[in-house]
């Protein structure tokens, strides 16, 4: 064999023997690689749909700032209740955002080409820091660029919204009209508002587009199902704590429904099923078959609590603490499990 | 030779071979156990983001400093769980579990503060290693404080400091902090099946109450291996180390530990407030028993009237207990929690003076009976305040310091405040708790020591129509979290209400001549 | 003096001793040797238990013959002496062995309760080293003689 005759050999054993994405083994795993895109892309599609009415709902509210010329006072002496259903719009579709987001946030930090959505939507940090910058500038309706700002969601947007940072607050206001101004009752800076919700709905859109070239490898269907499930139980537990809370505190996060809790759930057993179950069954049958029980087992015990909700059942704190507890442990073990398999399957698993 | 040595002998003899070759044979066909505990390497993707130590060698709980006594991580499945302990240790059980210390890695509060820490950078979770080593130290011996939860879940896990945590611990540095604790958890296990340890309960004791574990954790160095806190760069961005609570080195230094008095002897006395008398009066002699219920200042997690909410910050109910005796025992608790803050500190009047137009006084905040600092721990967000009214002769208010607003929440920002602040990279405060961002610490007024004072002086401007005697309303307040943080962090629009420790009226004469 | 039995057979004594070998064998094992490897230890335990109940059942039906026998042909005072001092030893054995394994028999029909650690302590010092005591009685028991010298003998070994 000549020179190239070499090359081209080495090229094939290097090829054969490097580091890599596994390749999917067979027909039923490509088609179950197809499903996870399917479901991150749908979760994906709804993230954008509701930054778009996030931003819908910011342009709203900076109208009808923008229509006393900035005076916030004076808007919300002429429309202060209908400032404060705005703001109340805003917030609840902030946390639907949020929560779309944190349904796919794992699998969007795990996938390399995406990760930059993640730091620049939920997870950077503001060009003042070293490391894990967002690497955008936000440009503001008044043409004010801010560069490097941090991440959209809770860096900016969600201190925005409900007055944690005294520097976006405009003016205190009784939002709920029960003559007391208590903490978090403000009007927001609208123009910060609007160009962070502008920029949520463009990066949420981009991140749609980028996903819908991505071609998922089994590396990153373990990464899904392994980060997906918990949220399962997290979700749960947040549905455990809503049970727990009454009116006189009141909490502004998302009170998770076991309806989304479900679509997430069957999700990830369509992925573990189509996608993973052939190669872990093919080293480990009985792991395979105990993770695929559990699957059954949360999805039994969401459904089942579900049904119980929709025909007007009313959960104890007792009963809501064992509920919440057992589905955060099952998730917790098929995580677990996943990960013991994808490490024997010599998988890389990627956060 | 009698005949019973004749026919004995032998048959003792044939059945002392006979034993031996038994027990040998039970040795052969039982062998010991492997050593307990699990490997790193079967750890899938346990992640190590802050290298090696000095030596080369992992350091797989860092930052935290807690360590297992044989270097493995713990088999979640091995650790005994505080519910199995209750099965023949139900009072102890009962003692402990409304204690903060059974929900310290479950508790909402907790729960969120560390959420929000590691939100603040890509190996947050690792880094809140720092934070489970003392709350949650089943967590990271198991090796579930990793973004990639490769190890099973279980109950034990779950138990914040349960009975395994403190009754295989084996070595502590209280100097050193940040759960510099070494728990033999992985030999802690009772190797036998129930029924036989009743008949045989030295296993037991071997797993659990080693002599070398009973003298240890009676002591208040044990307590300083978590109640000791520093922060340095592995998991915030101080530069050097930096101290963040004291506790145990205010108590080390201070006339209690002089004179023998432990944290033990207070917090686990049966009655920890008629105990703090005790030790004020003179009698230091100890407690009758030590009870398990580690009873604290922590008055807003037994706070009943909260109703359903007060389980949500809790972060529901233990395992074991039904809902009904949880809130049996909480309220019995909160009590002893309330009686406790209110025997640590007085409020004294020291010197006073009547200028033209003016009032001088001094207040001395006294610590009477803590045994460490008033306030002490997490006080970045355990705070104290003095409130402060002066009326004259007519009961008209002339002055006021401190008061607080129970509709916002809020502390009147002049208020005299026994407050330790956590400073950002930019010189900004931290209100609500994001240690893995504090660049700085800072304390606007340190903690009153033990069996000391702090005399805060108060200049007043007097009107012309305010007459005296003047009357002085004094308050110290005291409050477990800020405002921000119960907002930003718990998302929640709690008031976190304040605890008055104490309070007291002191007549001024309206003349200069007696005011001394 | 021989009353031994006619024909050879193995007899409540014979079953005893075997038993006490091995209890005492395998209770040595369990204070000295166990903490090395309890997966053998609790067999052995569990073992020890059950022979030591067997051992008092036989013992309670054997001992009250044996003693009368006794009284009737022991007639060396220091002989008695040590058997009384042997059947404390045997009596203080078996109390203190069943009262260590009643919190397991109270466990297996339902009920919870144990002794204080402290007092399991005194329990098993008393059984151990009574045990020790009991093997060395039972040598001299064994052994020693336990009848009186005619009288002409006593003379003849006094002079």
Redesign the interface.
């Known amino acids: 064999m000549g020179r190239n005759g070499n090359l081209v050999a080495a090229a094939f054993v290097y090829v054969l023997l490097a580091p890599g994405p596994v390749r999917a083994e067979n027909d039923a795993e490509l088609r179950g690689l197809e499903n996870v895109k399917q479901f991150t892309l749908e979760h994906s599609r709804a993230l954008s749909a509701q930054a778009g009415l996030l931003e819908q709902a910011l342009s709203t509210y900076a109208g009808t700032i923008e229509a006393h010329k900035g005076d916030y006072a004076a808007a919300w002496a002429a429309s202060g209740p209908e400032l404060s259903r705005q703001v109340a719009n805003v917030r609840d579709l902030w946390l639907e955002a949020s929560n779309r987001y944190e349904t796919i946030e794992g699998i969007v930090a795990g996938i390399p080409e995406m990760a930059k959505y993640d730091l620049i939507l939920d997870?950077g940090n503001p060009g003042?820091e070293s490391?894990?910058v967002a690497e955008y500038d936000l440009t503001l309706p008044d043409g004010t660029v801010l560069p490097r700002p941090g991440n959209l969601f809770?860096g900016i947007t969600e201190?925005l919204f409900?007055g944690?940072s005294e520097s976006g607050i405009r003016l205190p206001a009784d939002l709920d009209g029960d003559g007391?101004?208590?903490?978090?009752e403000m009007l927001f800076d609208a123009n910060l508002g609007l160009g962070a919700a502008r920029a949520l709905a463009f990066w949420a859109t981009a991140l749609e587009a980028d996903m819908t070239s991505w071609k998922p490898n089994r590396a990153d269907a373990f990464t899904s199902v392994?980060v997906m499930t918990?949220t399962v139980g997290d979700y749960f537990g947040e549905w455990?704590?809503s049970?727990?809370?009454?009116g006189?505190?009141?909490?502004?996060?998302a009170r998770s429904r076991l309806v989304d809790v479900i679509g997430i759930m069957s999700g990830c057993r369509k992925m573990y099923a189509e996608a993973i179950s052939p190669v872990v069954a093919a080293s480990d049958g009985d792991l395979d078959s105990r993770i695929t029980a559990s699957f059954e087992e949360l999805l039994g015990l969401v459904e089942d609590t579900y049904a119980r909700e929709q025909a007007g059942a009313e959960f104890?704190?007792?009963e809501a603490?064992a509920l919440?507890?057992e589905a955060?442990?099952i998730a917790?073990?098929i995580?677990?499990m996943v990960?013991?398999a994808?490490?024997k399957n010599g998988v890389e698993?990627r956060? | 030779m009698k005949y019973q040595v004749r026919d004995h002998a032998p048959l003792l003899a044939v059945s002392s071979v006979l034993c031996i070759a038994l027990l040998i044979g039970a040795r052969l066909l039982w062998p010991p156990p492997p050593e307990p505990g699990v490997d790193l390497a079967d750890i899938p993707y346990y992640q190590l983001p802050f290298g090696p130590d000095d030596a080369g060698l992992p350091r797989p709980f860092w930052p935290s400093r807690m360590q297992t006594e044989n270097g493995r991580f713990a088999d979640p499945a091995k650790i005994q769980s505080a519910a199995d302990c209750a099965i023949c240790h139900p009072r102890e059980f009962e003692e402990w579990a409304p204690s903060l210390h059974a929900i310290a890695g479950r508790d909402t509060v907790y729960e969120r503060a560390v959420e929000a820490n590691e939100d603040l950078h890509k190996d947050g979770i690792e880094k809140a290693r720092f934070c489970e080593g003392c709350h949650a130290p089943g967590e990271v011996l198991a090796g579930r404080t990793n973004r990639f939860k490769s190890v099973m879940p279980s109950d034990a896990e779950t138990e914040g400091i349960s009975c395994v945590m403190c009754h295989t611990a084996t070595h502590a540095d209280p100097v050193e902090g940040n759960g510099a604790l070494t728990l033999a958890i992985n030999e802690g296990t009772d190797r036998l099946s129930n029924p036989l340890l009743l008949a045989a309960p030295r296993d037991h004791a071997r797993a659990f109450g080693a002599k070398e574990t009973n003298a240890l954790i009676a002591k208040g160095d044990f307590c300083g291996g978590c109640h000791t806190e520093t922060y340095d760069t592995s998991m915030s961005k101080v530069e050097g180390r930096q101290h963040v609570q004291t506790t145990h080195a205010e108590w080390r230094d201070s006339w209690y530990a002089g004179n023998g008095v432990t944290c033990q002897d207070c917090h686990m006395a049966p009655d920890p407030a008629a105990y703090v008398r005790q030790i004020r009066s003179g009698d230091l002699a100890k407690p009758e028993r030590y009870a398990h219920n580690f009873v604290g200042a922590n008055y807003l997690m037994f706070n009943t009237g909260l109703g359903s909410n007060l389980t949500f910050l809790r972060g529901g109910i233990l395992p074991g207990l039904s809902d009904a005796r949880n809130t049996e025992l909480i309220a019995r608790q909160g009590e002893a929690t309330r009686a406790l803050l209110r025997s640590a500190a007085g409020l004294a009047l020291r010197g006073s003076e009547v200028a033209p137009g003016r009032l001088r006084f001094g207040i001395a905040v006294q610590n009477l009976g803590a045994g460490h600092n008033l306030p002490t721990g997490v006080i970045d967000q355990k705070y104290m305040w003095l409130e402060v009214v002066v009326r004259d002769a007519t009961g008209a208010e002339i002055y006021h310091s401190g008061a607080f607003d129970a509709t916002r929440g809020e502390t009147d920002p002049d208020a005299v405040i026994w407050r330790e602040d956590f400073i950002d990279a930019d010189g900004e405060r931290i209100p609500d708790h994001l240690t893995f961002i504090t660049a700085a610490i800072s304390h606007v007024r340190t903690g009153v020591p033990p069996k000391g004072e702090d005399v805060v002086r108060y200049d007043v401007a007097v009107t012309s129509d305010a007459t005296g005697p003047f009357r002085v309303e004094a308050r110290l307040w005291y409050r477990v979290a800020t405002q921000e943080f119960a907002y930003n962090t718990l998302k929640t629009d709690l008031v976190i209400p304040p605890f008055e420790l104490t309070a007291a009226e002191f007549a001024l004469p309206a003349t200069d001549e007696a005011r001394q | 003096m021989d009353y031994r039995p006619s024909r050879p057979r193995i007899g409540r004594s014979s079953l005893l001793s075997i038993a006490f070998a091995i209890l005492l064998g395998t209770g040595l094992y369990l204070e000295f040797l166990a903490d090395a490897n309890w997966n053998a230890g609790e067999v052995v335990l569990a073992g020890h238990v059950v022979l030591g109940l067997g051992f008092t059942v036989v013992f309670a039906s054997w001992i009250g013959g044996h003693v009368r026998r006794g009284l009737r042909t022991a007639s060396r005072q220091a002989f008695r002496r040590l058997s009384w001092f042997l059947l404390t030893l045997y009596v203080l054995l078996v109390a203190t062995g069943l009262l260590m394994v009643l919190p397991t028999t109270l466990y297996l029909v339902g009920v919870l309760w144990f002794w204080r650690f402290e007092t399991t302590g005194v329990l098993t010092f008393v059984h151990f080293w009574g045990a020790l005591a009991a093997t060395l009685a039972l040598f001299a028991h064994l052994a020693m003689r336990h009848w009186r010298l005619p009288m002409a003998r006593r003379g003849h070994e006094a002079s």
Do not use: C, Y
């Open positions: 997870a003042t490391e894990d809770h201190p409900w944690m007391k101004i208590v903490r978090g392994a918990p455990k704590e049970q727990f809370i009454s006189e505190i009141g909490a502004f996060v104890g704190v007792e603490d919440g507890n955060q442990d917790d073990r995580v677990a990960l013991q994808a490490a698993i956060g």
